[in-house]
């Protein structure tokens, strides 16, 4: 199984430029059918809260993401904005396209940015979600993430709980506090024995400087492929059959216990 980690310099609120930057990386990258391609936290805007502008309202997005994954045979996972009709509030999105162009998962931001302001503009969601990868006879049981919940272990012990191998996430990660970024999805891998893929974006909008850093991180910790800050794709293979030999080797997760406050 393998993966492909899109480090973009994303455009501001121009949806058109960030599809067509996608696919211009995507084609100098060895891409082959089942595959997994991941995309940042709204890849087609940039971090902005002027939801009026950037909610995929027409679903454009939506159907980018539905024709690169036809297209190209693979699974895409890609950050949008939602804002339904009569809803006060835009939701942070991570949706997920199978290679015939099914819509497999939803996942809405359940932590979205107070610091950042998103709150002002988006609401939080309510459910830890997973989907099913498929290439050829192989399988794993993915959970998609969104940026600042990197910093909530709880999403992801409760996803492991449920049967996810791999955490797949998006971000616009300011370089302020590039050092937390990979810190923490070493620290996920590490603790929830799984493989951790997180791709953040590269340049500048008007407000924030980021320095990409995209990752894919082995259940023990170990750095399967990294990127440093500038524009590319990191393709990496996911050893899933890892993940599984080390949980029956050090069974920790037998040992979790979800407490409440």
């Not at 939701?91 to 809405?108: F, H, I, M, Q, T």
């Not at 797949?168 to 937390?180: F, K, V």
């Amino acid at each position: 199984m393998r993966a492909h980690l899109v480090q973009m310099d994303i455009a501001w609120e121009d949806r058109g430029a960030n599809c067509s930057r996608v696919e211009r990386l995507l084609d100098g990258a060895d891409v082959r059918p089942g595959d997994f391609v991941l995309l940042p936290e709204m890849f087609d805007s940039g971090f902005s809260v002027n939801v009026s502008a950037t909610a995929d309202k027409a679903g454009e997005t939506l159907d980018f993401l539905r024709r690169l994954a036809e297209d190209l045979g693979v699974y895409v996972q890609g950050g949008r904005t939602v804002h339904g009709c009569g809803c006060a509030k835009a939701e942070n999105r991570a949706s997920v396209l199978a290679p015939d162009g099914r819509l497999v998962c939803e996942y809405s931001k359940i932590h979205p940015f107070s610091f950042g302001r998103e709150t002002e503009a988006f609401e939080g969601g309510t459910r830890v979600e997973t989907w099913e990868w498929r290439a050829g006879e192989e399988r794993a049981t993915v959970c998609p993430a969104v940026c600042y919940d990197l910093r909530f272990p709880e999403l992801f012990r409760i996803a492991v709980l449920r049967g996810a191998e791999v955490v797949a996430l998006g971000a616009n990660w300011p370089d302020a506090r590039q050092h937390h970024w990979r810190a923490l999805l070493v620290a996920r891998a590490i603790e929830n024995q799984a493989v951790v893929l997180g791709v953040n974006r590269v340049g500048r909008d008007p407000y924030l400087n980021y320095a990409g850093g995209s990752i894919a991180v082995g259940p023990k910790g170990e750095t399967l492929g990294e990127l440093k800050d500038e524009e590319g794709v990191l393709t990496v293979d996911v050893p899933i059959a890892q993940v599984r030999e080390w949980r029956s080797l050090f069974p920790a997760l037998n040992d979790a216990r979800l407490i409440s406050c």
